[in-house]
Every structure is written in C-alpha cells, then in structure tokens.
C-alpha cells in the first residue's frame, strides 16, 4: 500500500520516519499539506504513482525543519545560505543517501522554499499546497479561494501563487532568491 493510500484510509493523520525532527506545531502544518494535497489529487483523478508523490512531497518537505543549524548545514552540504534555507536541501539528500523517493519528489522538497523552474507538477503543487494551507493567519479568504480553484486551474494558481510570494517578498524587504526569479520568468 502506498503512503497516499495508507493516509487516506486514517483519519488524516502523518507519522513521520524517525529521523525527523519536528514541533507538534509543524506536524499539524504537515498534515494540512497533506490532506490539501490529497483532496486535490482526489479531486483531479491524477493517476496514482503521482498521488503518491505528491504526498511523499508533502508528508517529507519540512520533516527537519526543527532541526539544529549545524545538522542541516552538514546534511545540505552548505555553510554560507541562510539557516531557513536549509532544511529542504537538507532532507532532499537524506533521501538520496537512503536511496528513497523519486528525483521528482527530492526537486519539489530541495526547493519548495525558493522554488525551481523546471519542476513537474509534484514540485508545483507542493509549492501551492504550503501557501494555501488554511493554517496560516494571512489572507484567509483570499488563500482559500484560491486553494478551491487548484483543481479547476492548476497552472493558473500556481501563476498567483508564486506572484503573491513574490510580492510578498518585496513588500517585506526580504531577499528575493535567484530560484524564485527564474521560476518567475518561467511562468510570466
Ligand atoms: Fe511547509
């Protein structure tokens, strides 16, 4: 039985492997990602190989965000980017040492912080489903609108998504990441 199948046959709920490193606050993250994604994918009737992979996307992506600094820089390989960087290339790695998940898989995690313009739609909607989560405080409506059309209009959500954090981006002062233009220009 698959991840995906084996999530949808529960009552919704993840259990990580046991090399994660997470808060209770991120499990339940995790676990709206996953239940956003799965009721996507049930919605689109995506073949289930891909189901399966966007919940190993989503199930895996922030599975060591709560892990210490020199863990993360040591399992990325990197010493220089910021620490909140880390954490997807991080467990992206893990899972090629492992030899486990898909290269599909590892593009969506190594980048769903900064985004990547040559993701398939695993990477994209794992990029869309950490957005739109209803857990976070902002947009509420907006997001959620959003998040119900996904099945209608993937690729034009998607557009919206990654403008809002883009814009976002901007508005805060924060870096803009050379990943995140290029993912830009690519959909523009
Ligand atoms: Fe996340």
Redesign the pocket.
């Known amino acids: 039985m698959t991840g995906a199948q084996q999530f949808a046959g529960t009552t919704g709920d993840v259990s990580l492997p046991s090399w994660a490193n997470v808060t209770d606050k991120r499990l339940q993250?995790?676990t709206r990602?996953c239940r956003m994604l799965m009721h996507w994918a049930a919605a689109m009737h995506i073949p289930a190989d891909e189901a399966d992979a966007w919940y190993s996307a989503g199930y895996l992506?922030?599975a060591l965000?709560d892990a210490p600094e020199s863990e993360l820089r040591e399992l990325a390989r990197d010493y220089t980017r910021d620490e909140e960087l880390l954490h997807g290339p991080a467990v992206a790695n893990l899972l090629e040492t492992r030899g486990e998940s898909t290269p599909g898989v590892r593009l969506a995690i190594r980048f769903?912080t900064v985004g990547a313009p040559d993701w398939d739609r695993t990477g994209r909607a794992l990029y869309m489903a950490?957005f739109l989560e209803p857990g976070r405080r902002f947009a509420r409506t907006d997001r959620a609108f959003l998040a119900h059309q996904v099945p209608h209009d993937f690729d034009g959500v998607f557009r919206q998504v990654v403008r809002a954090r883009l814009e976002y981006a901007l508005r805060e002062g924060f870096t803009l990441f050379p990943e995140t233009v290029a993912l830009w220009n690519a959909i523009r």
């Open positions: 993250h995790i990602v992506h922030d965000r769903h950490d």
